[in-house]
């Protein structure tokens, strides 16, 4: 790397985000930038994070911002993140992604983008020579897992001295007393003599954001040195002898009230607007929070608010006074976090809980209602970083409920689960506290835990949980409310991910009864109350019923609604649809509505949504079910590496992509590949699912059938045999997971020499798939096909010729005789059938 000190033609950084803007009156600590400089870029190995640690106001973020300005020639990328409250740190890093050519949040969610970007800086791609500054970072133990590693460089500042034992740590103290000197006759313009600034930094300890204070007091009031020093000692003197302690030297909360009661002289409006600025977080307030008149806040800042002029002339006096950072292009100002405590200390109790509600509705005021639409998203991230410090969660007026409980839907929506599930887990014991679990707003939350357990593949949790929240929400809303209605979806997802397919088929139905009573038959409420129990009937191999449902949904929805009003919903529904199509038997329709519905996703969610990856999946089993194996081999390799690298190799999604690509790469005869996934992925499945599960089981004997295929067809046997009679416990024979593993079994028993019973199991599974999918379904051709040559080896030519003939001809009319099923059985060989678990 190079320095920008030396270089003729500086470069700038080709991404170069949320850096705040230079001091343009820095001054001194020389020696550790370039100390910094050397630690950072002077090494040829992998290089630890620094950290700038010390005690707040002692310029560890000044010092950030002048290194990211000075050396930025170093760097294709430098990225600022607020690290004070951990789920900002995601957020952030979220917030990059586009920059190095990966999905939004917006697009994926806001944990699968960090995820991504974290990924892409190890690998250095797009850019090697990055580096990610953590602003406040006072909590190692939150961070230590999400720093990045790579090529690139990691800058913490933090008042934590803790940091010092995970990282290459660099003290900073208050400045010496040359660059107090420096920096005050730099700051204040009309000149002060070297003796003055000196005698200014000695009574105020050198502590750099004091002396900001003072030359900013300074330049605006042209007080005289002499006068500041008199006022700042009555000041100090008063301080101590309230006696009140201190964190900080007493001189320093002398020279901000000093600052305050100038600016309270000069605009007394600017000093409402910056007591309700000590409320908010440290994060940068977006100007546009003041951009409202809400019922509840002081005459003097509604009256403010509603005068545009006199706002920004406040606003620019907090910047002049050096009691706000404004950062002009992002339209934001930001106060230090000292200083909100000095503005907090000197308020009473009552005024402080006014301010604090005020905070509280100008956030809400702020946001809009729309919280799950991607155009929101920035607003609702803008606003996430005040909640935890001006207290939202302890408020319990409506309008500031209404804007808790559309946050955590903004977290939901934007799929940063982890973060959702802390916010709901606090705001559920606050308001428990304060009203009641069985309070309407409570049990609303509890439900969306409930969502939250499940989207994190806790399932045992969330069956628990939502046993207990459905009761609740029955006896304190009543049947009907929306909450309980949510409730008992959820609930019915529980059961299926239970393997109860038959009582959430039947909760299910009585949930739609209720939507369709409550909202009508054309209401999204209703449309995925109907998918919910289209799942249901696939579940149990009711292919028609789930095709004729979505379908109506399908229909309903273009004609009396927008997709784009709720795209995932949609995307979900129709993805359903070319599911039932596909496992119906009508293979080539399948690939036809599943190629639309994955364009679909990727165009209006992105390649990386949750939703997209689900409709990739079913569409590479599509194409491997049509016979078009090189594009489903491909397509099933994308999204089992999206998913793993988005949701890691525990997830149920993750798992059943895994078993998409097994069953793929079986099919193309790479079965030493397949076998490893597969067996990795079947002692995976009983970590996510319990041990009777039907998935488990079907998996199961997937693994049996590549068992057989490698030479190993007694083992392939015991394992099928053991997963029929589990299978056939949990649905009954006359389901497609039993009759699947059957037909497979009837190849292991002909395998081993046991012609008979491979005839007789298969032919009465052949008669049960006739009477289930019907005579020309494509597993019922699969154990027909199978069934021909179980005769042949008994030697039963005449009847085997008679079910070759009638074989042949359902091939003809349905797949044709040019699938590879087809030339599989005209050939004589065997079939063998497969599973592929469906989303819960």
Same mark, same amino acid.
């Given at each position: 790397?190079?320095?920008?000190?030396?270089?003729p033609?500086?470069?700038?950084?080709?991404?170069?985000?949320?850096?705040?803007p230079?001091?343009?009156?820095f001054?001194?600590?020389?020696?550790?930038?370039?100390?910094?400089?050397?630690?950072?870029?002077?090494r040829?190995?992998?290089?630890?994070?620094?950290? &700038?640690?010390?005690?707040?106001?002692?310029?560890?973020?000044?010092m950030?911002?002048?290194?990211?300005?000075?050396?930025q020639?170093d760097?294709d990328l430098?990225?600022?993140?607020?690290?004070? #409250?951990a789920v900002?740190?995601?957020?952030?890093?979220?917030s990059?992604?586009?920059?190095?050519?990966?999905?939004?949040?917006?697009?994926?969610?806001?944990?699968?983008?960090?995820?991504?970007v974290? *990924?892409?800086?190890?690998?250095?791609?797009?850019?090697?020579?990055?580096?990610?500054? %953590?602003?406040n970072a006072? *909590?190692?133990e939150?961070l230590?897992?999400?720093?990045?590693?790579?090529?690139?460089?990691v800058?913490?500042?933090?008042? +934590?001295?803790?940091w010092?034992?995970?990282?290459d740590a660099?003290?900073?103290?208050?400045?010496t007393?040359?660059?107090?000197?420096?920096?005050?006759i730099?700051?204040?313009?009309?000149?002060?003599?070297?003796?003055d600034?000196?005698?200014?930094?000695?009574?105020?300890?050198?502590l750099?954001?004091?002396l900001? #204070?003072?030359?900013?007091l300074h330049?605006e009031t042209?007080?005289?040195?002499?006068?500041?020093?008199r006022?700042?000692?009555e000041?100090?003197?008063?301080?101590?002898?309230?006696?009140?302690?201190?964190e900080?030297p007493?001189?320093m909360?002398?020279?901000? !009230?000093?600052?305050?009661?100038s =600016?309270?002289e000069?605009?007394?409006e600017?000093?409402?607007?910056?007591?309700?600025?000590?409320?908010f977080?440290?994060?940068?307030i977006?100007?546009?929070?003041?951009?409202?008149?809400?019922?509840?806040l002081s005459?003097?800042?509604?009256?403010?608010?509603?005068?545009?002029?006199?706002?920004?002339?406040?606003i620019?006096?907090?910047?002049?006074?050096a009691?706000?950072?404004?950062?002009i292009?992002?339209?934001?100002?930001q106060?230090?976090r000292? /200083?909100?405590?000095l503005v907090?200390?000197?308020?009473?109790e009552?005024? #402080?809980e006014?301010?604090?509600?005020?905070?509280?509705?100008l =956030?809400?005021g702020?946001?809009p209602?729309?919280?799950?639409d991607?155009k929101?998203?920035?607003?609702?991230?803008?606003?996430l970083?005040?909640f935890?410090?001006?207290g939202?969660?302890?408020?319990?007026a409506?309008?500031?409920r209404?804007?808790?409980?559309?946050?955590?839907?903004y977290?939901?929506?934007?799929?940063?689960?982890?973060?959702?599930?802390? %916010?709901?887990?606090s705001?559920i014991e606050?308001w428990s506290?304060?009203?009641?679990?069985d309070?309407?707003d409570? =049990?609303?939350?509890?439900?969306? &835990?409930?969502?939250?357990?499940?989207?994190?593949g806790?399932?045992?949790?969330?069956?628990?949980h939502?046993?207990?929240?459905?009761?609740?929400?029955?006896?304190?809303l009543?049947?009907?409310?929306?909450?309980?209605?949510?409730?008992?979806?959820?609930r019915?997802?529980?059961l299926?991910a239970?393997?109860?397919?038959?009582?959430?088929?039947?909760?299910?139905?009585e949930?739609?009864?209720?939507?369709?009573?409550?909202?009508?038959?054309q209401?999204?409420?209703?449309w995925?109350?109907?998918?919910?129990? !289209?799942?249901?009937y696939?579940?149990?191999s009711?292919?028609?019923?789930a095709r004729?449902l979505?379908?109506?949904?399908?229909?309903?929805v273009?004609?009396?609604?927008?997709p784009?009003a709720?795209?995932?919903?949609?995307? +979900?529904i129709?993805?359903?649809?070319?599911?039932?199509?596909?496992?119906?038997?009508?293979?080539?329709?399948?690939?036809?509505?599943?190629?639309d519905?994955?364009?679909?996703?990727?165009?209006? &969610?992105?390649p990386?949504?949750?939703?997209?990856?689900?409709?990739g999946?079913?569409?590479?089993?599509a194409?491997?079910r049509?016979?078009?194996?090189?594009?489903?081999l491909?397509?099933?390799?994308?999204?089992?590496?999206?998913?793993?690298? /988005?949701?890691?190799?525990?997830?149920?999604?993750?798992?059943a992509?895994?078993?998409c690509?097994?069953?793929?790469?079986?099919?193309?005869?790479?079965f030493?590949?397949?076998l490893v996934?597969?067996?990795?992925t079947?002692?995976r499945?009983?970590?996510i699912?319990?041990?009777?599960?039907?998935y488990?089981?079907?998996c199961a004997?997937?693994?049996?059938?590549?068992?057989?295929?490698?030479?190993d067809?007694?083992?392939?046997?015991? /394992?099928? *045999?053991?997963?029929l009679?589990?299978?056939?416990q949990?649905?009954?024979?006359?389901?497609?997971?039993?009759l699947?593993?059957a037909?497979?079994?009837?190849s292991?028993?002909?395998?081993?020499?046991?012609?008979?019973?491979?005839?007789? &199991?298969?032919?009465?599974s052949?008669?049960?798939?006739? *009477?289930?999918?019907?005579?020309e379904?494509?597993?019922?051709?699969?154990? !027909?096909?199978?069934?021909?040559?179980?005769?042949?080896d008994?030697?039963?030519?005449d009847?085997a010729?008679?079910l070759?003939?009638?074989t042949?001809?359902?091939?003809?009319?349905?797949l044709t005789?040019?699938?590879?099923?087809?030339?599989? %059985?005209?050939?004589?060989?065997r079939l063998?059938?497969?599973f592929?678990?469906?989303?819960?």
């Amino acid at each position: 790397m190079h320095s920008s000190q030396t270089d003729p033609s500086p470069k700038i950084p080709q991404v170069w985000g949320k850096v705040p803007p230079r001091n343009k009156n820095f001054t001194g600590r020389t020696d550790l930038l370039a100390r910094l400089h050397d630690g950072l870029g002077g090494r040829v190995t992998a290089v630890l994070p620094h950290a &700038l640690h010390g005690l707040g106001g002692v310029g560890k973020t000044q010092m950030a911002v002048e290194y990211a300005h000075r050396y930025q020639s170093d760097y294709d990328l430098v990225w600022w993140i607020p690290a004070d #409250q951990a789920v900002l740190v995601r957020s952030s890093l979220a917030s990059l992604a586009p920059h190095l050519g990966l999905p939004s949040a917006s697009v994926s969610g806001v944990e699968d983008a960090a995820n991504a970007v974290l *990924e892409a800086l190890r690998r250095g791609e797009p850019y090697t020579n990055w580096l990610l500054i %953590f602003d406040n970072a006072d *909590e190692p133990e939150q961070l230590t897992d999400i720093l990045p590693q790579g090529p690139g460089h990691v800058l913490i500042t933090s008042r +934590n001295h803790r940091w010092a034992g995970v990282v290459d740590a660099l003290p900073i103290d208050v400045f010496t007393r040359k660059e107090s000197v420096e920096f005050l006759i730099r700051r204040v313009p009309r000149g002060i003599s070297p003796e003055d600034a000196d005698r200014l930094a000695e009574e105020l300890g050198d502590l750099p954001l004091a002396l900001e #204070q003072a030359g900013a007091l300074h330049t605006e009031t042209g007080i005289s040195v002499s006068e500041y020093l008199r006022l700042l000692t009555e000041r100090t003197s008063q301080l101590l002898s309230q006696g009140k302690p201190s964190e900080y030297p007493a001189s320093m909360t002398a020279a901000w !009230a000093l600052s305050v009661a100038s =600016l309270e002289e000069k605009l007394p409006e600017a000093l409402d607007l910056l007591r309700y600025c000590a409320f908010f977080g440290p994060e940068p307030i977006p100007r546009d929070a003041f951009s409202k008149v809400v019922p509840g806040l002081s005459p003097q800042l509604s009256a403010l608010i509603a005068d545009p002029i006199r706002l920004g002339r406040a606003i620019g006096e907090l910047g002049r006074f050096a009691l706000a950072r404004l950062d002009i292009p992002a339209r934001t100002l930001q106060v230090h976090r000292l /200083i909100q405590a000095l503005v907090r200390d000197e308020l009473p109790e009552a005024e #402080q809980e006014r301010l604090r509600h005020g905070v509280h509705l100008l =956030l809400a005021g702020y946001t809009p209602s729309e919280p799950a639409d991607a155009k929101n998203w920035d607003t609702y991230l803008n606003a996430l970083g005040h909640f935890g410090p001006a207290g939202v969660a302890q408020c319990q007026a409506p309008e500031v409920r209404a804007l808790a409980l559309n946050m955590v839907r903004y977290l939901y929506a934007s799929a940063d689960y982890v973060s959702a599930q802390s %916010f709901v887990e606090s705001f559920i014991e606050e308001w428990s506290a304060t009203s009641g679990s069985d309070h309407e707003d409570v =049990l609303s939350l509890r439900v969306q &835990l409930g969502n939250l357990l499940r989207e994190l593949g806790q399932y045992d949790e969330a069956a628990e949980h939502n046993v207990e929240t459905l009761s609740a929400a029955e006896k304190a809303l009543g049947p009907d409310h929306d909450t309980t209605l949510r409730a008992l979806r959820g609930r019915a997802a529980d059961l299926r991910a239970s393997g109860d397919f038959l009582q959430a088929h039947e909760m299910d139905e009585e949930a739609l009864r209720r939507f369709e009573s409550k909202f009508g038959e054309q209401d999204w409420n209703t449309w995925r109350a109907v998918n919910s129990l !289209a799942l249901d009937y696939g579940l149990r191999s009711d292919y028609l019923n789930a095709r004729t449902l979505l379908e109506t949904v399908i229909r309903g929805v273009r004609a009396e609604s927008d997709p784009s009003a709720d795209p995932a919903s949609y995307l +979900n529904i129709y993805t359903g649809m070319a599911r039932a199509v596909r496992l119906g038997g009508d293979y080539a329709e399948a690939c036809d509505i599943g190629e639309d519905a994955y364009a679909y996703g990727i165009e209006r &969610l992105g390649p990386d949504h949750a939703w997209t990856l689900r409709a990739g999946k079913d569409l590479s089993i599509a194409w491997r079910r049509a016979g078009d194996y090189n594009r489903a081999l491909e397509l099933a390799e994308e999204v089992h590496q999206r998913y793993v690298r /988005i949701f890691g190799l525990d997830h149920p999604d993750t798992l059943a992509a895994a078993i998409c690509l097994a069953n793929i790469r079986r099919t193309m005869g790479q079965f030493q590949e397949a076998l490893v996934l597969a067996e990795d992925t079947v002692r995976r499945y009983p970590r996510i699912y319990s041990t009777g599960h039907p998935y488990n089981h079907a998996c199961a004997g997937n693994l049996a059938v590549l068992r057989r295929v490698t030479g190993d067809a007694g083992v392939a046997r015991k /394992i099928n *045999e053991e997963a029929l009679a589990a299978l056939e416990q949990k649905l009954g024979r006359d389901h497609h997971y039993s009759l699947t593993v059957a037909v497979n079994l009837t190849s292991d028993l002909a395998a081993i020499g046991e012609t008979e019973a491979a005839y007789r &199991l298969g032919s009465g599974s052949h008669r049960r798939l006739r *009477e289930l999918l019907g005579e020309e379904h494509p597993m019922t051709l699969t154990a !027909a096909a199978n069934n021909v040559a179980s005769l042949r080896d008994l030697g039963r030519d005449d009847e085997a010729e008679e079910l070759f003939s009638a074989t042949k001809e359902g091939y003809r009319r349905t797949l044709t005789l040019d699938h590879p099923d087809a030339q599989v %059985f005209l050939e004589g060989r065997r079939l063998d059938a497969d599973f592929d678990p469906p989303p819960i």
